[in-house]
């Protein structure tokens, strides 16, 4: 059970109701992670755009979203983390990731798998010295990542990487409880972003902008 309240789509009001607005019109739902976030829904509408750019194609990532999916998976497994780990792997079938890739990306010998090809491998390489906090340590790994990747695709690949395990830290530190797999598995309808659905995002943030934020706790003591 989570540590935490949800926040009910139905019934909500002021800001609360204005998130799941701009994620419907980002995303086509609000994501169940996000009725968790909604317990601050002034930040999780900063954090909603960014985390699906960085997740997803379409909102003017470089990287596919196969790749993106790969390092989720890699980090969320050396991480542990359930709630993320069953929701990328569903996200990663939908961009084309076969359960023997997902497999292969588990093992501890992926770097010799056949089942990637030798840029997948360097990212997943990559996304599991990030999570590991080993990657400024290694040259080599930082070698083989950029014979196979420009630098605006290892800031992409480096920054998903650590978003992730934030993400990973989040779900379990609250004990974000996993939902059914037909649950999960809606996620895969918001692999692609429609740019227009961005615009749209965007617009009701501006439209809805307030007009002054909510006080501190210690603001509010004074």
């Known amino acids: 059970m989570a540590r935490i309240g949800k926040i009910a789509r139905e019934g909500a009001t002021g800001e609360t109701e204005r998130l799941f607005l701009a994620a419907e019109a980002l995303l086509g ?8 976030l909604a317990n601050s829904p002034l930040v999780a509408k900063m954090l909603l755009p960014f985390n699906a750019v960085m997740q997803r194609q379409g909102g003017g990532s470089l990287l596919p979203a196969k790749i993106k999916e790969m390092v989720v998976i890699k980090t969320s ?5 359930a709630y993320c780990y ?3 792997t569903s996200l990663g079938m939908a961009a084309g990731i076969t359960e023997e890739q997902v497999r292969a990306i588990d093992s501890d010998d992926y770097m010799t798998s056949p089942v990637l090809s030798p840029s997948e491998r360097a990212a997943v390489q990559w996304a599991e010295h990030v999570t590991r906090n080993t990657a400024k340590q290694r040259d080599d790994v930082f ?12 800031v992409e690949l480096t920054l998903i990487s650590g978003m ?20 999960i598995d809606k996620i895969q309808r918001s692999l692609n972003l429609d740019p227009e659905n961005v615009r ?3 617009g009701n943030v501006l439209d809805n902008w307030p007009a002054e934020f909510p006080k501190t706790v210690a603001e509010a003591a004074e």
């Open 164 to 183: 992730f395990n934030m993400f990973n830290r989040f779900m379990d530190s609250l004990q974000v409880p996993l939902e059914p797999q037909d649950e």
């Open 200 to 202: 749209a995002y965007f």
């Open 143 to 154: 070698a083989e990542l950029k014979t196979h990747f420009n630098d605006a695709e290892i």
């Open 77 to 81: 497994a050396v991480n542990g983390c």
């Open 86 to 88: 069953a929701h990328n």
């Open 29 to 36: 739902r609000a994501p169940n992670f996000y009725r968790y």
